[in-house]
């Protein structure tokens, strides 16, 4: 049940640019949530999807983050004109074929330069 | 409003000591309590959560309503537990998948 990958693990990009990381969890479940971590700090909630349906955001994720799973499996956030606060780890996370636990994956580092 | 308090950043015990970290939670409602842990270079992964009252590793919680309080305990610490840990909690509705709020960590680092 380990099964929730992310990719890349890590990015360094200038100011300004934008990134996208893909998440695909574990299989056979419907919700997918994403995590922003920061040093110091536990994982913050941003947002969740249940199959395709965003269904809650956090005041966390300005109008520059955007985050899609258009098939309802694997997911992405693009965060636009990145800013050197947006450098932290990125989460994704799933529950377990039973529904009762949450998976997270390695997480995507990354740094704004 | 969901808030999940622990009060030490860090903590460092002997090895074969007794070890306790310190988790209190503020929610309007029946929460379900989760310690989860992150060794060095691993993912987070889950420890243990308050419903299935199970001891992992060693390690047990005890849910303490009156106080809200979901503090971890050990009675003997080995090298090997040395790593971040999180208390998190959410809400009941989903049986266990609803989002998770965490608390800012503790580094436990046990000493030989």
């Known amino acids: 049940d380990t099964g929730v990958s992310q990719n890349p693990r890590h990015k360094i990009t200038k100011r300004g640019q934008n990134v996208t990381f893909r998440c695909d969890p574990i299989?056979?479940?419907?919700?997918l949530y994403w995590y922003r971590q920061t040093l110091g700090q536990g994982p913050e909630f941003l947002t969740y999807f249940q199959n395709e349906a965003q269904l809650e955001k956090s005041r966390l994720l300005s109008d520059r983050f955007s985050a899609e799973r258009p098939k309802g499996s694997f997911s992405t956030l693009e965060i636009q004109r990145t800013e050197q606060g947006d450098s932290a780890m990125y989460l994704c996370a799933s529950p377990g074929r039973r529904g009762n636990t949450i998976y997270f994956g390695e997480g995507s580092w990354l740094t704004v330069v | 409003a969901q808030r999940v308090t622990q009060p030490e950043k860090l903590l460092s015990v002997f090895k074969g000591a007794p070890v306790e970290l310190k988790c209190n939670y503020s929610?309007?409602?029946?929460?379900?309590l989760f310690w989860y842990v992150q060794y060095s270079r691993q993912r987070l992964q889950l420890l243990l959560r308050h419903i299935s009252r199970e001891s992992i590793k060693g390690f047990t919680a005890d849910l303490n309503k009156g106080e809200t309080s979901f503090h971890l305990k050990k009675p003997f610490a080995q090298e090997e537990d040395s790593a971040m840990y999180y208390c998190?909690?959410?809400?009941?509705?989903?049986?266990?998948?609803?989002?998770?709020?965490f608390g800012k960590g503790t580094k436990l680092t046990v000493n030989p």
């Open positions: 998190a909690l959410s809400g009941r509705r989903g049986g266990g998948s609803e989002k998770l709020v």
């Open positions: 929610y309007s409602g029946s929460p379900e």
């Open positions: 299989s056979e479940h419907n919700r």
